[in-house]
């Protein structure tokens, strides 16, 4: 049997579920921290990610996907986490 490459879907995600995910991360997960996340998402920061071709945003279902490869968000994502 032959090992075959491993295909990773990202799956579309809802912006509540992110900023959740967000809220949590940061250590307030207070519904007002909450708040305050969507509407920087919404208003700021999901245009400009949409915009520079990182990620997909849908308006009318509020999810948002990954428009590119994981491994290519990778060195980026390693370089905010360690900045933290």
Same mark, same amino acid.
């Given at each position: 049997m032959r090992n075959l490459p491993t295909i990773q879907? =990202?799956?579309?995600?809802h912006i509540g579920d992110l900023g959740e995910f967000i809220a949590i991360k940061e250590?307030?997960?207070m519904y007002e921290w909450y708040q305050r996340i969507l509407?920087?998402?919404h208003h700021s920061h999901l245009?400009?990610? =949409?915009n520079a071709g990182v990620v997909r945003y849908d308006e009318q279902?509020?999810?948002v996907k990954l428009a590119v490869d994981?491994?290519?968000?990778?060195p980026?994502?390693?370089i905010?986490?360690?900045a933290e």
């Amino acid at each position: 049997m032959r090992n075959l490459p491993t295909i990773q879907i =990202t799956a579309a995600i809802h912006i509540g579920d992110l900023g959740e995910f967000i809220a949590i991360k940061e250590g307030n997960p207070m519904y007002e921290w909450y708040q305050r996340i969507l509407v920087d998402l919404h208003h700021s920061h999901l245009p400009h990610v =949409t915009n520079a071709g990182v990620v997909r945003y849908d308006e009318q279902t509020e999810r948002v996907k990954l428009a590119v490869d994981r491994k290519t968000m990778a060195p980026y994502l390693a370089i905010i986490e360690h900045a933290e």
